[in-house]
């Protein structure tokens, strides 16, 4: 039997053809009953001593496939929580969005108009979007964490560009402001409203 522990959530191991015999683990094994779940039973508690997955408690998932030699390759691996710690005193941390702006661009006017309109007709849009001109189209800064409905409005007429506050300062400094409202003083006269 070889083995190989690929990091603490994943054990490798390889049965010859005579081995996988012993364990009861051959191509006509039915991988579904009890004996067999037995079988391999013994098998983690066996190739798993000495690793990180020896002492794991939980759900584990097992993948077998069977070479054309004959030899069992099975790889074994944990789920481990999402909070928490895993072996080896690592711990598992969520890459969070920043809290903003957003950088959104538009390639034309069409496209920026109707995204302002439909901001201000759902109301997802909120105060203080900016808008400058930006090269051959146009782009808006957002200052807030996006709803889901403004977000959806805005990736359907234009595409994220950048986030955080290095990314609005590039977009301030290199383009024109146009409004510091747009949404407000444009888009609710194109949805047919007055402004706010």
């Not at 067999?36 to 939980?58: D, I, K, P, Q, W």
């Not at 950088?103 to 997802?124: I, K, M, P, W």
Request: hydrophobic residues 40%.
């Amino acid at each position: 039997m070889r083995k190989k522990e690929i990091d603490p959530a994943h054990l490798l191991v390889i049965l010859n053809r005579q081995e996988a015999e012993i364990f009861g683990l051959d191509t006509a094994a039915n991988w579904g009953s009890s004996a067999c779940r037995l079988a391999v039973a013994r098998l983690f508690a066996a190739a798993s001593e000495g690793t990180g997955l020896a002492h794991v408690r939980g759900q584990i998932t097992i993948r077998a496939a069977q070479a054309e030699d004959g030899r069992l390759v099975l790889l074994f691996s944990t789920a481990f929580p999402v909070k928490g710690k895993l072996p080896g005193g690592r711990r598992v941390f969520r890459v969070k969005d920043p809290p903003g702006p957003y950088v959104y661009g538009f390639a034309d006017a069409g496209d920026l108009l109707d995204a302002l309109a439909q901001l201000s007709r759902t109301g997802a849009g909120g105060r203080g979007l900016r808008l400058v001109q930006w090269k051959s189209g146009y782009r808006l800064l957002l200052p807030f964490p996006l709803h889901s409905a403004a977000r959806a409005v805005l990736t359907e007429y234009g595409r994220l560009c950048g986030r955080g506050s290095g990314a609005a300062a590039y977009t301030l400094e290199h383009g024109k402001l146009l409004s510091s409202d747009a949404v407000r003083e444009i888009g609710a006269k194109l949805s047919g409203g007055t402004p706010l």
